[in-house]
């Protein structure tokens, strides 16, 4: 959980100052995307491969890994970005409408993540072993979360 803290939450910073170019990093939206590393990058993950694994096989081939890839590019994917965008928005009190947001921008970032994480996930699952799993995701996603901030505070389209 500490990792999932430290990964979000690096990715927000290198979006505000790197991507945004801000002067100064925005606290609260920080300890938004913290909290968000805290619950759900470090903490359900790790449950997330456990299971996949429970229910496909720990196996590591081909075979296996479509499954795995399948289930969490077309199901996982969409409701986590979705929960992601919506996250910030809430708990950043967004002055935009977040059913204008998603409409608008949760298309273009999930294409946007079957770019990144289908060919990555395609190596965890046939490669990676369970236990380094949500390390080696977690080493994406400081670039990804650094996208994923970006885009859940700025218009994609």
């Given at each position: 959980?500490?990792?999932?803290?430290?990964?979000?939450?690096?990715?927000?910073?290198?979006?505000?100052?790197?991507?945004?170019?801000?002067?100064?990093?925005?606290?609260?939206?920080?300890?938004?995307?913290?909290?968000?590393?805290?619950?759900?990058?470090?903490?359900?993950?790790?449950?997330?491969?456990?299971?996949?694994?429970?229910?496909?096989?720990?196996?590591?081939?081909?075979?296996?890994?479509?499954?795995?890839?399948?289930i969490d590019q077309c199901v996982l994917a969409p409701l986590e970005i979705a929960f992601f965008m919506s996250y910030c928005s809430v708990l950043n009190k967004s002055s935009g409408s977040l059913t204008e947001k998603l409409k608008?921008?949760?298309?273009?970032?999930?294409?946007?993540?079957?770019?990144?994480?289908?060919?990555?996930?395609?190596?965890?699952?046939?490669?990676?072993?369970?236990?380094?799993?949500?390390?080696?995701?977690?080493?994406?996603?400081?670039?990804?979360?650094?996208?994923?901030?970006?885009?859940?505070?700025?218009?994609?389209?």
């Amino acid at each position: 959980m500490l990792t999932g803290i430290i990964i979000t939450g690096g990715g927000d910073a290198i979006a505000q100052l790197l991507i945004e170019r801000k002067e100064s990093i925005d606290w609260h939206r920080f300890g938004t995307l913290c909290s968000y590393g805290l619950l759900v990058t470090g903490g359900v993950n790790h449950f997330y491969y456990k299971s996949l694994d429970n229910a496909f096989g720990a196996q590591l081939n081909i075979k296996t890994a479509a499954k795995k890839l399948v289930i969490d590019q077309c199901v996982l994917a969409p409701l986590e970005i979705a929960f992601f965008m919506s996250y910030c928005s809430v708990l950043n009190k967004s002055s935009g409408s977040l059913t204008e947001k998603l409409k608008t921008d949760l298309k273009p970032v999930v294409i946007n993540n079957y770019i990144v994480w289908i060919p990555a996930q395609i190596l965890n699952f046939t490669y990676i072993p369970e236990k380094l799993r949500v390390l080696y995701t977690c080493i994406i996603c400081m670039g990804w979360n650094s996208y994923m901030s970006w885009a859940s505070h700025n218009s994609v389209s």
